[in-house]
């Protein structure tokens, strides 16, 4: 993906359609719910905090108990609240973790149409980046963890693997990375581009007879990362990560141009072995979460 590939995609852009429907009066209910929301937060309540029963709240917020149960149902659908029935029951808040967070996001994207180099003109703005302010903070345990996908890489290069673990050991070395961004918002969208290669790979193998190159290019650049991330080259990481992701993009963009927006919706290769990646990305994202011990939220 080249800078000169810019002015084309600016022009070859419609405007965005902007719903309408966005204008229109929001109902009480989702005032109700905003309220809630901003209580929530200026209480600086966390995830398993009770919030107040629903006869203190009708009081408090001036409202119907219908009116109160809605907002509630709207915060629950948004994964803020969980409302457990009976006696000891009532509304707490919810922990919000990666997987629910990432998954909202895709169906949104499953409605789009993408093209490869979308996707990774996102992911050129974003990784070198997130790779380059993790770089102090990698441990030796991440090191461990790098040098440990490169190896299977290399065993996959010579066919001990099945392809789709391969290809999963090169997401891995991705999100262990992105895994130490002390910035959240780089951090979830790495892991976010992440799942998102992840399931295009699992429905649809783009990479297909040319697996062996594209499979050699991701265990040279990864070593030649690991090196500089080693020693902290902070500038040497930025600028190796872009130039390993501008190589996967033409790799990719040249093989298939659009990505089938209904490709994120189902599965339809059934090959044992592409299978094997469903909801894989969203469970690799939260696997490298807990094992560095990040927070998930
Ligand atoms: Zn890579």
């Not at 629950?76 to 509304?91: C, D, F």
């Not at 441990?139 to 099945?162: V, W």
């Not at 007879?209 to 500038?235: M, N, P």
Request: aromatic share 8%; hydrophobic share 40%; with cysteine.
């Amino acid at each position: 993906m080249k800078r000169d590939d810019l002015a084309a995609e600016i022009m070859a852009e419609p405007a965005a359609e902007f719903d309408l429907r966005r204008l229109r009066r929001p109902k009480k209910a989702e005032l109700i719910a905003d309220e809630i929301r901003r209580w929530i937060v200026r209480r600086q309540l966390t995830p398993g905090d009770r919030l107040p029963n629903e006869r203190e709240m009708i009081g408090q917020l001036r409202s119907s108990r219908g009116t109160v149960r809605e907002a509630l149902k709207i915060l629950e659908a948004q994964g803020l609240v969980e409302i457990t029935p009976g006696a000891n029951g009532g509304a707490r808040v919810a922990s919000i973790a990666y997987e629910s967070a990432s998954y909202q996001l895709k169906n949104f994207f499953y409605f789009q149409t993408l093209s490869w180099q979308q996707v990774y003109a996102f992911r050129l703005e974003v990784e070198p980046r997130t790779a380059a302010l993790a770089t102090p903070f990698l441990t030796a345990a991440d090191f461990e963890a790098l040098e440990s996908t490169i190896e299977r890489c290399r065993s996959g290069q010579q066919g001990a693997l099945p392809e789709a673990e391969h290809r999963r050991e090169e997401a891995r070395f991705h999100y262990i990375i992105a895994n130490r961004c002390p910035n959240p918002m780089l951090r979830f969208a790495s892991h976010f581009v992440n799942d998102i290669l992840a399931d295009f790979v699992r429905y649809r193998n783009v990479i297909g007879e040319e697996s062996g190159s594209f499979g050699e290019e991701c265990v040279c650049a990864h070593e030649q990362i690991i090196k500089r991330l080693r020693t902290r080259d902070v500038q040497g990481v930025l600028e190796l990560m872009e130039v390993h992701i501008r190589a996967l993009g033409d790799f990719l963009s040249h093989r298939e141009q659009i990505v089938a927006p209904d490709l994120l919706m189902a599965p339809r290769d059934t090959g044992a072995g592409r299978l094997a990646w469903a909801g894989r990305g969203s469970e690799l994202a939260g696997e490298a979460l807990q094992a560095t011990g990040s927070s998930r939220r």
